[in-house]
């Protein structure tokens, strides 16, 4: 079997962003219409993730209702209903756009990092599609709490 991938509504960006953070293939975009997270979702054989029940009705599309308004509880909802610790690949996405991150040299991103950035960290990341660089910054160990929230039963 393979992982999931996910498509999420509009109501779900909080949930899409966790789980890109875990490594999750989640489509997202406060833009996207029904038709598109159909579509999406059909074509792509994703997991359509909503917190209405509306999508419910299209019995060719796996849609998983989100009961709570909470990302935490959103979170823990899909991580247990698909048994995801078993397939994480944490901080390999990107957390903006979905795409793969790849590790880069700082010199060949030196001039688009600020000062404090350049001078204090080493390790970087950068996502093929758009560009984005991450380092393991302030942000890191409350990500990382996360991370361990799933693998940690």
Same mark, same amino acid.
């Given at each position: 079997?393979?992982?999931?991938?996910?498509?999420?509504?509009?109501?779900?960006?909080?949930?899409?962003? @966790?789980?890109? #953070?875990?490594?999750?293939? &989640?489509?997202?975009?406060? @833009?996207? &219409?029904?038709?598109?997270?159909?579509?999406?979702?059909?074509?792509?054989?994703?997991?359509?993730?909503?917190?209405?029940?509306?999508?419910?009705?299209?019995?060719?599309?796996? &849609?998983?209702?989100?009961?709570?308004?909470?990302?935490?509880?959103?979170?823990?909802?899909?991580?247990?209903?698909?048994? #995801?610790?078993?397939? #994480?690949?944490?901080? &390999?996405?990107?957390?903006?756009?979905?795409?793969?991150?790849?590790?880069?040299d700082k010199e060949t991103i030196a001039t688009? #990092?600020?000062?404090?950035?350049?001078?204090?960290?080493?390790?970087?990341?950068?996502?093929?599609?758009?560009?984005?660089?991450?380092?393991?910054?302030?942000?890191?160990?409350?990500?990382?709490?996360?991370?361990?929230?799933?693998?940690?039963?």
């Open positions: 079997m393979e992982a999931p991938t996910f498509v999420a509504d509009v109501h779900l960006g909080k949930l899409a962003k @966790a789980l890109r #953070l875990l490594g999750f293939d &989640t489509l997202y975009s406060n @833009a996207y &219409t029904p038709t598109q997270l159909l579509a999406l979702a059909r074509e792509q054989h994703r997991v359509l993730l909503s917190r209405g029940s509306a999508f419910q009705k299209h019995t060719d599309v796996h &849609t998983v209702v989100i009961q709570s308004e909470d990302p935490d509880r959103q979170f823990q909802q899909v991580v247990q209903q698909f048994a #995801l610790r078993e397939w #994480l690949h944490p901080f &390999t996405r990107c957390l903006v756009c979905n795409g793969l991150l790849k590790k880069v688009q #990092l600020q000062p404090n950035t350049r001078q204090y960290f080493s390790e970087f990341w950068q996502c093929a599609t758009c560009h984005r660089i991450y380092w393991k910054g302030s942000h890191y160990d409350h990500m990382l709490n996360l991370v361990q929230k799933v693998r940690v039963p």
